[in-house]
């Protein structure tokens, strides 16, 4: 009977779902309601967490909780360290939500909401999902080593190699901007920044207390961290409204840079422990809290949807970026449908600390499916914005004009109307001096979400209150990427530095750590302090390339994944990682060509550099410009000149593993798999 109930509750919950699909599909007219969206999200996640991700557990993957994993057989209280699932879980989760289920889906809302849903949905549950749980599950097998020194061993040395410097290039230019991006945010926020200076106290107190005086003793550890970090989110109000402490915690862009670059080097630094498994971990409540509150306060307020399901934009000509749905949309919402990030931390960080085998399946899989959930609620917030403030926030001044009454007018010819007033009564409600042109996604993401809070406590009057708490989330969002991403790449850099002299690339010697560290904080910290000091610098032409690299990423996991199972003699379930794979390739390497290759100067790299350079040669450019304009030229060849290289580095790895895919199956080849030797686990079911 037990046993019947639990069917029909899950066909119920399967019901649901499709039922909330279907509405989003196909709802016409007028404005949908923003609960469809939490229902689809929800209802779809945990069909797939309950069927999908337990049919790779023990199909696929066949987890094995009697094996010992690298935590416990290497256990050396710095990287390799044995961490509660609960406290694993909030460091994973924090360290790969970063901007990307944010800022992508917001952008991306320019097509309608409904591509940017779907994707949202289906991509995590049947790609980013499988990712990160198979690369995670292939780390711990192989002595937690990284991707770059997956494909080494999995598919060739040469691919490998490639492999590995294609990741650590991508992985300093990642880190560089995410940091920009963090200045940015911080610089005019004594809120945001106090209180994410606190979180760092904290954390190391945290750290102590369950390291040496209340040993396994996470809950109550976590309930005096949660309580301190609200306090602190409290405290930052209080800092920011008091002039004296306002000024204080009101800091330069270069400041800022290089107190990043020194919490970077600590956190790679400090044993995993003391500093970033506890800080991710104490993130984590804030990051799931706000979001699990955003979602309640959608099923509460109940708002509408205002975004159609498809703009006018779908042609490729929209304002905020140019590019047709396809392959733009999936590259600009990246990471909360798949992220090859994530395949760095589940490879990086996640197999050193992990205590059994078996909890992989909630680590690798559920915490996507939260990431996916995040990407689905900023989609929600950015659509129940009227169309008009959403584009005129997001819209560059050269796209709609640079006043207020010539972008109203703009806009408004569009089919979306707005006027002047309205934006400036909107900025005034924020505390903010306009939202013109604020164009990133973060502005406009920070003015949905303080909208549906503010109507579920506190109405107009905490409007701005609101506003100031979403930017400090999205930058606290933004730092667990930095900390966790600098650690992963310190790994990367002892593993290439190692092949040149050994001792480099121990793990455990502490001149190593702190030498490769410092070589990482120093490379991403260079383009971090030129993006500060010259805004039109190098760093800020490469954010085009950060979606096709992220997915690009993501195919280089999923290639390696694809010849891990496929050595582990499951060559019926291939499948699982082919198709994401496949998927993957054709739209990178799309991506890539029209980025590259376009006509349009508004698509193309070569092109624009191409009509600036007519404009110059023209006289249309007036000479106090005409440097900043050559400076932007070259950038925009060194952007084609860097998409060609990774999609080049890309194909050689996936030809070289086709080649050792064939050798296996039509010559029989001896499919040699490289993992660690079983050794039994010596920890009790319960530990």
């Not at 800080?279 to 509460?300: E, M, P, Q, V």
């Not at 303080?450 to 400090?472: K, P």
Request: charged share 10%; hydrophobic share 55%; with cysteine.
């Amino acid at each position: 009977m037990k046993h019947l109930l639990g069917i029909v509750a899950w066909v119920a919950v399967a019901a649901v779902g499709a039922l909330a699909l279907a509405t989003i599909a196909w709802h016409r007219g007028e404005p949908i309601s923003a609960t469809w969206f939490v229902l689809a999200a929800v209802c779809t996640y945990l069909v797939a967490y309950r069927l999908y991700s337990a049919f790779l557990a023990a199909k696929v993957l066949a987890l094995d909780n009697t094996r010992a994993t690298p935590a416990e057989r290497r256990d050396d209280g710095r990287d390799f360290v044995p961490t509660n699932k609960w406290v694993l879980f909030g460091h994973h989760f924090a360290a790969i939500a970063g901007p990307g289920p944010l800022v992508g889906p917001t952008l991306a809302a320019q097509f309608g909401y409904l591509p940017g849903t779907l994707w949202l949905i289906a991509g995590a549950a049947f790609a980013g999902c499988v990712q990160d749980f198979v690369i995670l599950f292939c780390s711990i097998r192989r002595d937690g080593k990284t991707l770059g020194e997956m494909a080494k061993d999995e598919v060739s040395k040469r691919g490998g190699t490639i492999a590995q410097l294609a990741v650590l290039a991508i992985m300093i230019i990642l880190l560089g901007v995410v940091a920009l991006v963090i200045v940015n945010a911080l610089k005019s926020s004594p809120w945001a920044t106090f209180t994410l200076a606190m979180t760092i106290p904290i954390a190391l107190l945290l750290g102590v207390y369950l390291r040496f005086l209340r040993p396994g003793r996470v809950i109550e550890a976590s309930v005096i961290g949660v309580a301190l970090v609200m306090f602190a989110v409290v405290a930052g109000q209080w800092v920011a409204d008091a002039p004296a402490w306002a000024a204080k915690f009101t800091l330069g862009g270069v400041t800022l840079a290089f107190a990043l670059i020194a919490y970077g080097f600590a956190a790679s630094a400090l044993p995993v422990w003391l500093l970033l498994a506890p800080r991710d971990y104490l993130s984590a409540f804030i990051k799931a809290g706000a979001i699990f509150s955003l979602a309640a306060g959608i099923l509460l307020v109940r708002p509408h949807v205002l975004m159609p399901p498809l703009t006018r934009f779908v042609d490729g000509n929209g304002p905020v970026f140019a590019g047709k749905i396809f392959p733009f949309c999936f590259i600009t919402i990246a990471c909360g449908a798949i992220s090859g990030f994530h395949s760095l931390i589940s490879s990086g960080t996640t197999p050193k600390m992990i205590q059994r085998e078996g909890h992989a399946r909630f680590i690798g899989y559920g915490a996507m499916l939260l990431e996916s959930f995040v990407g689905v609620m900023a989609m929600v917030a950015a659509c129940a914005m009227t169309p008009g403030v959403y584009f005129a926030i997001n819209s560059p001044a050269t796209v709609v004009g640079a006043t207020p009454d010539l972008a109203a007018a703009t806009i408004s010819s569009w089919g979306y109307p707005l006027t002047a007033d309205t934006m400036a009564a909107l900025a005034h409600s924020v505390g903010e001096q306009t939202l013109w042109n604020r164009a990133g996604g973060a502005p406009s993401l920070a003015v949905g979400m303080a909208h549906i809070f503010s109507r579920t406590i506190g109405g107009e009057r905490l409007l701005s209150i609101w506003y100031h708490f979403a930017i400090m989330f999205e930058a606290l969002f933004i730092l667990t990427v930095l900390d966790a991403g600098t650690r992963v790449g310190r790994f990367m850099v002892q593993e290439l530095l190692g092949r040149v002299w050994k001792p480099i690339g121990r793990m455990n010697w502490y001149p190593a750590i702190v030498l490769s560290s410092g070589l990482i904080v120093a490379a991403w910290g260079y383009f971090l302090y030129q993006g500060v000091v010259d805004p039109l610098g190098g760093i800020n032409s490469l954010w085009p390339l950060f979606g096709i690299s992220n997915q690009l990423l993501a195919a280089v996991a999923l290639v390696v994944a694809t010849s891990i199972l496929l050595k582990m003699g499951k060559l019926k379930w291939i499948w699982v990682t082919l198709a994401p794979m496949t998927w993957l390739v054709v739209i990178t390497m799309t991506a890539s060509y029209q980025k590259i290759f376009s006509a349009n100067p508004r698509i193309g790299f070569l092109s624009y550099a191409n009509a600036l350079g007519a404009q110059i040669a023209a006289g249309k450019i007036p000479a106090a410009k005409i440097g900043e304009m050559q400076r932007v030229m070259f950038n925009q060849r060194l952007d084609a000149a860097v998409t060609a290289v990774l999609a080049v580095m890309f194909l050689v790895l996936l030809v070289e593993a086709v080649i050792d895919w064939h050798a296996i199956l039509a010559r029989g080849k001896e499919a040699k798999l490289h993992e660690t030797a079983y050794v039994a686990t010596q920890w009790a079911e319960g530990d």
